[in-house]
């Protein structure tokens, strides 16, 4: 009797982990054909969320067919490498009291720093674009989009004091946000006399 008591026990026990797992993953679920769009205040957990992805290792700096044509504030590096092929950029990063610091060296070369002050708001998207579900809701492309000013740029970045700059972490996951969801990132910087971008995955 007691072990049927013991068996029925467990049994109950486990249907209760299982329906309570269940229950806590489709917290997350989306539906397909899912989009969100919004503004919202950059409070405290997102600055925890921001703080916890690194933007660090390889990157590229974004250029067009019109090579440098179409860039500005970067002779330093238009020096090195004038077609735009051949040069390897490292970039690392840190985040403390609501401001990132971006630096990033040019090969075996020049190198420099951007601090980006973190804004009042962030942008935030989400969308299901291809509609699979696994059966605990479809995965979303993911944005986290932040527009702000430079308040310190050196070295090869100098020309970009005073710009404003854009910074976009995209990546995959469910309906609820964790740092490791966001594998890539880009940064955009523009102002009277820098206009580019790097971008690369993070860390």
């Known amino acids: 009797m007691l072990k049927?008591?013991?068996?029925?026990?467990?049994?109950?026990?486990?249907?209760?982990l299982l329906t309570a797992g269940s229950a806590l993953a489709c917290a997350c679920c989306v539906e397909r054909?899912?989009?969100?769009?919004?503004?919202?205040?950059?409070?405290?957990?997102?600055?925890?969320?921001?703080?916890?992805?690194?933007?660090?290792?390889?990157a590229d700096l974004?250029?067009?067919?019109?090579?440098?044509d179409g860039i500005k504030g970067l002779p330093e590096i238009e020096k090195l490498d004038p077609?735009?092929?051949e040069l390897e950029f490292n970039v690392t990063s840190s985040f403390d009291r609501r401001q990132w610091r971006f630096s990033l060296k040019a090969g075996l070369g020049p190198s420099g720093s951007l601090v980006l002050a973190m804004p009042p708001h962030i942008t935030l998207?989400?969308?299901?674009?291809?509609?699979?579900?696994?059966?605990?809701?479809?995965?979303l492309y993911k944005e986290?989009?932040?527009?702000?000013?430079?308040?310190?740029?050196?070295?090869i970045f100098r020309s970009a004091r005073a710009a404003n700059y854009h910074l976009m972490f995209q990546g995959r996951g469910n309906g609820c946000?964790?740092?490791s969801d966001?594998?890539?990132w880009r940064l955009e910087v523009n102002g009277p006399r820098a206009d580019y971008a790097f971008f690369g995955k993070t860390g």
């Open 4 to 16: 049927k008591k013991v068996a029925v026990f467990i049994m109950s026990l486990t249907i209760v």
């Open 33 to 58: 054909g899912h989009y969100g769009h919004s503004r919202v205040k950059l409070d405290a957990s997102y600055l925890t969320l921001l703080s916890e992805i690194k933007m660090i290792g390889a």
């Open 62 to 68: 974004y250029m067009t067919a019109a090579g440098f």
């Open 83 to 85: 077609a735009g092929e």
């Open 125 to 139: 998207h989400a969308a299901d674009i291809d509609g699979i579900d696994s059966g605990l809701g479809v995965s």
């Open 144 to 155: 986290y989009g932040l527009n702000g000013r430079v308040t310190a740029a050196t070295g």
């Open 177 to 179: 946000d964790n740092p």
């Open 182 to 184: 966001f594998t890539r």
